[in-house]
């Protein structure tokens, strides 16, 4: 193995694309899976078309400790050895990079589809099919399990509730479910192929509309990424204002989610308050920018929207009533003994379970892991004003709601604090071009968790490769786990207790 | 037991007024837009090339803007340099007919009340199921508010459920997925006619920003027939529950 330093770099931090260092694939091999030993997570694993017809492999390596990512490439034909028998977390990852590009991950244990499309690579499909022949979303292999009193249980694409589809297959014995498989794609639109040659008029209801509840979290992660090709900061103003749209955007959700779990163990006072509290929030957002979701907000450079005095006093007023109202509606589940006995076992997720397969956000924190993008990787704002992480030991649907409930309480104080300090100054600075040949790495800490975008551009500046990894995608594989050895008609629990992203997944 | 108590006086009554009292909107919300293309100088494109989606076209009776693509972002108003294009904070956006969305000099056509023999059967309540076919999640979450307190949708009769067989029509949101284009069809076959198809939001009504992708269908119309278009990206919860009170009679078609 070559003895080149590992290329260190940061959040936001462009590189140039010839200095980012191709080993061969055995060396990459051994790199990536050195840093998952090490305690590094995969924050992105992506492959990208290279002029010779092979495709070109980049995993970004995120290290919760340094606060540091690392960047590793190689050149790949066909086939490799895959990462997913030493790395579970890479599982996803690999299936993507098959169904895309038509890369076999030799060895991967479960290959499958992630989102029923054809290969972007004309010729090359990792499962040998013809370009012609119709691909049926979710028609693939799924665990099966034997027995006479064994059922299985198939739920979706199309949902009981007001809710995005995907499909579901448990394999129970009476009750209990031993396995759960589920199927997504079905809500794929072609995002990542259609943000190649941008940025263009398109890119940024792309963004906004990526997982359209994340509205502020993507659409941040991609224009600190452009500002860092362009080589320009947000100003100060804007980059407070977008701070408390994304913390907006975490309050209106997680009230959302704790309503949302509160309606599923049928204490339906906290159910019907929270509905209302996070329309409050929503609401916020919309006194600042005219759209509840933050849409039209965020722009490269800055913001489209500024917060003048009379409008910033109407915001810290409904602040501090909305604090009450959801401080009186969640508190009393944790008085509740009958929801915290229905929350307190359901859904368990180890520390170890939640290592092995690199989950992030809300999901990881209630597993016991302090991994968040805005004391770990801050950008933005986040570099002078840091939020404490919040995190418990258990696991469990209690934990993913009782850290929403921390998260609630600091967003709060964090955007009060910011409301009392706004700094002055314009609210927009101008973009110029893309640095040519250059990649950056964009993370934000969505509500959900870590926003990965990865941008690299070509020689005009345009972009080569977008790769978008939303949280969703590392945690759909947490809620399977969480369902071991539980009770089937405890799923929408623990389903609403990770509240993941179909859309967001599926691109 | 004295704390739930507490807190529900402490929570009050929230159910808001609409559509007996006006709405209280954000004073930002980009609603209707207002077109004056007496303002235009000659030969400018301005708004239209800044708009996203082409919704907007510019021809011999001036500026034609599209609200089934338009996805009400700052863009054209930002764009345009003599204010001839207008963003208001007026919800009502819900049409009947397709063309009804364009906006132009013409007065625009709110949704009609369904003919007498259609509201007699859903006037006083209506069954809905509803189909994300690509949304986003946006859409789809401004439909579940009407749920909360604060719309308390089943004081009209209205009422989403579980099952298509329950079902007298089906609100679409998204711009229908090659993958889900098979389910949204079965779901629609399983709804027993007459039944009603409602396209929500810029994607399920032209496909929105992912309009001409080759994984999507271009939005439900021309799928089934619509009786009721409510565009927006999202639209507001107050614009769709007057597009479905409209559509069952149940706000006076004047106002």
């Known amino acids: 193995m070559k003895a080149a330093a590992p290329n260190a770099l940061h959040n936001g931090e462009p590189v140039q694309l010839g200095d980012i260092p191709v080993p061969t694939i055995t060396d990459f091999r051994e790199r990536v899976l050195q840093a998952c030993e090490g305690g590094s997570r995969i924050a992105a694993l992506f492959g990208q078309p290279a002029a010779d017809g092979n495709t070109r492999l980049f995993a970004v390596m995120a290290s919760d400790v340094k606060g540091q990512l690392a960047l590793w490439s190689a050149m790949v034909p066909d086939h490799y050895p895959?990462?997913?028998?030493?790395?579970?977390?890479?599982?996803?990852?690999?299936?993507e990079l098959a169904e895309q590009w038509g890369v076999h991950p030799d060895g991967h244990p479960w290959l499958k589809p992630v989102r029923y499309h054809h290969s972007y690579r004309?010729?090359?499909?990792?499962?040998?099919?013809?370009?012609?022949?119709?691909?049926?979303?979710?028609?693939?292999?799924?665990?099966?399990?034997?027995?006479?009193?064994?059922?299985?249980?198939?739920?979706?694409?199309?949902?009981?509730?007001?809710?995005?589809?995907?499909?579901?297959?448990?394999?129970?014995?009476?009750?209990?479910?031993?396995?759960?498989?589920?199927?997504?794609?079905?809500?794929?639109?072609?995002?990542?192929?259609?943000?190649?040659?941008?940025?263009?008029?398109?890119?940024?209801?792309?963004?906004?509309?990526?997982?359209?509840?994340?509205?502020?979290?993507?659409?941040?992660?991609?224009?600190?990424?452009?500002?860092?090709?362009?080589?320009?900061?947000?100003?100060?103003?804007?980059?407070?204002?977008r701070a408390i749209a994304l913390e907006l955007e975490r309050l209106a959700n997680h009230t959302g989610d704790l309503g949302a779990l509160a309606d599923d163990v049928g204490y339906l006072p906290t159910a019907s308050?929270?509905?209302?509290?996070?329309?409050?929030?929503?609401?916020?957002?919309?006194?600042?920018?005219?759209?509840?979701?933050?849409?039209?907000?965020i722009r490269p450079g800055g913001a489209l929207f500024d917060l003048e005095p009379a409008r910033q006093s109407q915001m810290v007023e409904r602040l501090a009533q909305a604090r009450q109202d959801v401080t009186s509606a969640v508190e009393l589940l944790w008085n509740s003994s009958s929801v915290r006995s229905r929350f307190e076992n359901a859904g368990p997720v180890s520390r170890e379970t939640a290592l092995e397969l690199g989950l992030v956000g809300l999901a990881a924190r209630a597993s016991g892991i302090e991994r968040d993008v805005r004391a770990q990787f801050p950008s933005g704002l986040y570099r002078f004003a840091q939020i404490p992480v919040s995190s418990y030991h258990s696991g469990t649907v209690f934990a993913r709601a009782y850290v929403r409930w921390m998260e609630i309480q600091r967003s709060l104080a964090f955007i009060s604090d910011q409301l009392q300090a706004l700094p002055h100054g314009p609210v927009r600075a101008e973009i110029g071009p893309l640095a040519p040949q250059h990649?950056?790495?964009?993370?934000?800490?969505?509500?959900?968790?870590?926003?990965?975008?990865?941008?690299?551009?070509?020689?005009?500046?345009?972009?080569?490769?977008?790769?978008?990894?939303?949280?969703?995608?590392?945690?759909?594989?947490g809620l399977t786990l969480a369902l071991r050895n539980q009770q089937i008609s405890d799923f929408p629990l623990c389903n609403k207790s990770f509240n993941l992203s179909y859309c967001g997944h599926d691109l | 037991m004295l704390k739930p108590l507490l807190a529900r006086v402490h929570q009050k009554y929230r159910t808001v007024g609409f559509p007996d009292q006006p709405p209280v909107l954000p004073?930002?919300?980009?609603?209707?837009?207002?077109?004056?293309?007496?303002?235009c100088p000659e030969g400018c494109r301005s708004c239209a090339d800044a708009c996203p989606t082409e919704a907007i076209t510019i021809g011999d009776k001036g500026v034609r803007l599209d609200l089934g693509r338009c996805l009400f972002c700052p863009e054209c108003e930002r764009a345009c340099p003599e204010g001839a294009i207008r963003m208001t904070p007026e919800h009502r956006?819900?049409?009947?007919?397709?063309?009804?969305?364009?906006?132009?000099?013409?007065?625009?056509?709110?949704?009609?009340?369904?003919?007498?023999?259609?509201?007699?059967?859903?006037?006083?309540?209506?069954?809905?199921?509803?189909?994300?076919?690509?949304?986003?999640?946006?859409?789809e979450a401004d439909v579940n508010v009407l749920n909360t307190v604060v719309f308390d949708l089943g004081r009209f009769g209205i009422q989403f459920v579980a099952s298509p067989r329950h079902a007298d029509g089906l609100l679409v949101t998204g711009p229908v997925t090659c993958n889900m284009d098979s389910a949204l069809r079965a779901t629609y076959e399983a709804v027993p006619p007459p039944r009603l198809v409602i396209a929500l939001g810029a994607c399920a009504i032209s496909g929105g920003p992912y309009a001409g992708h080759p994984e999507q269908r271009n939005g439900a119309d021309g799928l089934f027939p619509v009786d009721l278009y409510i565009p927006g990206c999202p639209p507001h919860p107050i614009t769709i529950l007057d597009g479905l009170l409209r559509l069952l009679g149940r706000i006076d078609s004047s106002c």
């Open chain 1, 82 to 95: 895959a990462l997913t028998p030493s790395c579970a977390q890479a599982q996803g990852f690999e299936r």
């Open chain 1, 122 to 241: 004309e010729g090359h499909d990792a499962w040998g099919r013809s370009a012609k022949s119709p691909i049926q979303p979710g028609v693939t292999d799924f665990f099966a399990m034997g027995g006479d009193e064994v059922h299985e249980v198939a739920v979706g694409p199309v949902h009981a509730g007001i809710i995005e589809p995907g499909h579901f297959r448990f394999q129970c014995h009476g009750e209990q479910v031993y396995h759960l498989e589920i199927a997504l794609g079905y809500q794929h639109r072609g995002v990542e192929r259609a943000l190649v040659g941008g940025p263009n008029k398109r890119t940024i209801p792309f963004m906004e509309t990526l997982a359209g509840d994340t509205t502020v979290g993507h659409t941040l992660a991609y224009c600190e990424a452009v500002e860092a090709l362009a080589g320009v900061d947000a100003p100060a103003r804007a980059q407070a204002l």
């Open chain 1, 273 to 297: 308050y929270c509905g209302r509290i996070r329309g409050d929030f929503l609401n916020l957002t919309a006194l600042l920018c005219g759209n509840r979701f933050g849409r039209g907000l």
């Open chain 1, 439 to 477: 990649l950056v790495v964009s993370l934000t800490e969505g509500w959900r968790g870590e926003i990965c975008h990865v941008a690299t551009t070509d020689a005009t500046g345009r972009f080569a490769h977008y790769k978008v990894v939303d949280p969703s995608f590392h945690n759909w594989m």
């Open chain 2, 27 to 39: 004073d930002r919300m980009r609603g209707r837009p207002e077109i004056d293309s007496t303002k």
């Open chain 2, 93 to 139: 956006l819900a049409v009947s007919r397709r063309e009804a969305l364009v906006l132009g000099p013409e007065p625009f056509q709110l949704a009609q009340a369904l003919e007498q023999k259609t509201r007699k059967l859903f006037g006083r309540s209506l069954k809905l199921r509803q189909v994300s076919a690509g949304g986003c999640n946006g859409c």
